[in-house]
């Protein structure tokens, strides 16, 4: 079994910039790739970046290409995502997951939330 969870959120000034930690343990074979996604009420779950465990390969998604940074620390089994220029449009529910593919996202943590103040 692999646990996740997600730390960081909080609230941020439009222009802010904040930094998302995932902890993940457990079985290793299961997370070969721990990604970041995002959730905003009455909007479908979006797919921000994923990073390869064992390469540290990073993948983004187009709507933060650019904006965002995700890294692991192999010492602290942690995935990092930096994001700056916030808006007011990211505001939503962060969560992290981990998986043995990047189609097949099998362990999700509880997710932090991020408030973005204009």
């Known amino acids: 079994q692999v646990q996740v969870v997600e730390s960081g959120g909080g609230l941020v000034q439009a222009g802010g910039s904040l930094r998302l930690s995932c902890i993940a343990s457990?079985?290793?074979?299961?997370?070969?790739?721990m990604g970041w996604f995002r959730q905003a009420p009455g909007k479908e779950r979006e797919f921000l970046a994923a990073?390869?465990?064992?390469?540290?390969?990073?993948y983004y998604g187009d709507s933060v290409k650019g904006r965002c940074t995700i890294y692991r620390d192999k010492t602290k089994n942690t995935v990092y995502l930096e994001m700056n220029s916030l808006k007011p449009e990211d505001a939503a529910n962060y969560y992290c997951?981990?998986?043995?593919?990047?189609?097949?996202?099998?362990?999700w943590g509880q997710g932090t939330q991020v408030t973005v103040s204009s």
């Open positions: 457990g079985r290793a074979s299961g997370r070969y790739f």
């Open positions: 990073v390869q465990w064992s390469s540290g390969i990073p």
């Open positions: 997951a981990t998986g043995a593919t990047m189609n097949d996202w099998a362990h």
